[in-house]
């Protein structure tokens, strides 16, 4: 990416034209995708070198970073943030400024691939043409002409091209806001229920037959299964809450393993998802309503069976009728897949201890400053956050994979925010040895 702002007010005073004026930069070659961009701001992050930097956003909530918006873009900074307060999160579109040069290698090593290639494309690294990055931060606040952001992976300086604010309802696949809402009713009432024995297959049919015969499923409803004695001892009432819980439970992992999971060879294709969902639901239907899963049990007890099932649905406002209805229209609703590397890597996250030393250096950090509350940080707010912002980045093992691999006994050494902290590997974990100003 080129800086075009020098080369701009170049022309600009060759034409004799101002440089203050902002209207008229040149749209060369727009329509072939050529843009010469002009970063609208650089970032002021508590991470200086990239050593360190998380991979990630998620990695660690406490890195933090100021955007203030330049004035040479838009005459009023603040004009163009105006309503942006209102959203949580923001993309961040940035360049890889110090990445030394342009790469245009095809296949690159994901660190969490510990050495196997990948294409660019399929990765979110840094090496990539045109190297632009992407970060969903959270913005905490804005002053002025400045965002403050938290969930940073961008180092000091890095130019930012773009602030967009997130909308899951835009930013996430069809249906996948409803999934996670079903999940997170599911969750609630869980209460401890261990499903972990159900089996996974990525097949919706074989998942439904799967799961139902699965020794933890049937436990889970049975009332007499260890924890199915409410307090009062009442059977019924509990088998009810067991098949309401089964069935949403039920519902939910098909919906997840038949959609979400998948190898890296084999994913479930995104056009069968809904109808597999269906099939399932109606099996799931068909199966809570017989007799043999019920003995001697009422109506009562098979219509709670199914309010079970039906309230996923429910919670999309939908009938099942209305939901296939939907579904014959859109064809559409596709929850996002994975590659299997991305949630199941071979780098496992690492243990993370500070030596008495490092955490007496740590404590050194308060005693700098005359004031017990302050530190010298900008942006952590107090040693508890320092001490969990440096467990964070390491517990995700920020090492490369030829530092993983050639240089095990070599010390490691990062900035965040005020603190030089020097630290090693070994096997299963980090160590931290000193943390400097
Ligand atoms: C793997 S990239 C991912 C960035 C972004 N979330 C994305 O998906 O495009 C994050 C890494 O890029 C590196 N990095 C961050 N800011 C950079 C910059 N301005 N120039 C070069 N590398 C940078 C750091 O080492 C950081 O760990």
Excluded at 91 to 112: D, E, Q, T
Excluded at 160 to 184: F, R
Excluded at 272 to 285: F, G, P, Q, R, S
Excluded at 297 to 313: F, H, M, P, W
């Amino acid at each position: 990416m080129l800086d075009i702002k020098p080369l701009l007010t170049e022309v600009k005073q060759k034409e004799g034209r101002s440089t203050e004026n902002h209207d008229d930069r040149p749209c060369v070659s727009l329509e072939r995708g050529n843009l010469l961009t002009v970063p609208i701001g650089y970032i002021d992050s508590c991470f200086s070198a990239k050593n360190g930097t998380p991979r990630q956003p998620t990695v660690c909530s406490l890195s933090r970073a100021r955007l203030k918006i330049d004035k040479t873009v838009f005459n009023n900074p603040e004009h163009s943030l105006l309503g942006l307060e209102q959203f949580s999160h923001v993309w961040i579109i940035f360049v890889f400024h110090k990445n030394g040069h342009l790469s245009y290698k095809a296949k690159v090593k994901p660190p969490r691939l510990n050495g196997v290639k990948t294409g660019v494309l399929s990765t979110r690294s840094p090496h990539r043409p045109n190297a632009i990055g992407l970060t969903l931060a959270k913005l905490e606040s804005i002053e002025g002409d400045t965002l403050h952001l938290s969930g940073i992976d961008t180092i000091q300086g890095t130019p930012v091209l773009d602030v967009k604010p997130y909308i899951p309802e835009y930013d996430q696949p069809v249906g996948e806001m409803e999934q996670h809402e079903q999940s997170n009713a599911v969750d609630g009432l869980q209460q401890g229920a261990d499903w972990s024995g159900v089996p996974v297959t990525t097949d919706a049919h074989a998942d439904a037959s799967e799961i139902m015969e699965s020794k933890s499923f049937r436990q889970q409803l049975n009332p007499k299964f260890k924890n199915g004695l409410n307090k009062e001892g009442r059977e019924q009432e509990v088998l009810n809450e067991n098949l309401d819980k089964g069935a949403f439970q039920l519902t939910r992992t098909v919906l997840q393993k038949s959609t979400v999971s998948g190898t890296t060879e084999g994913v479930v294709p995104r056009n069968c998802v809904d109808h597999n969902l269906i099939k399932a639901v109606e099996k799931i239907e068909q199966y809570l309503s017989t007799e043999d899963i019920l003995g001697d049990s009422t109506q009562r007890t098979r219509d709670a069976q199914l309010g079970g099932e039906r309230s996923v649905l429910k919670d999309q406002g939908l009938t099942m009728d209305q939901f296939k209805a939907r579904d014959s229209v859109t064809h559409n609703v596709s929850l996002s897949i994975v590659a299997s590397w991305v949630r199941q890597s071979p780098v496992a996250n690492l243990e993370v201890r500070f030596t008495p030393h490092a955490a007496k250096d740590l404590d050194l950090f308060q005693a700098m400053d005359a004031d017990p509350r302050k530190t010298p940080f900008r942006y952590l707010q107090s040693l508890e956050e320092a001490r969990s912002a440096i467990t964070a980045v390491l517990l995700a093992d920020p090492r490369s994979v030829y530092r993983r691999k050639h240089c095990q006994d070599q010390l490691f050494y990062f900035t965040l925010d005020a603190a030089h902290i020097t630290c090693w590997f070994g096997d299963g974990f980090a160590e931290i040895l000193r943390i400097k100003p």
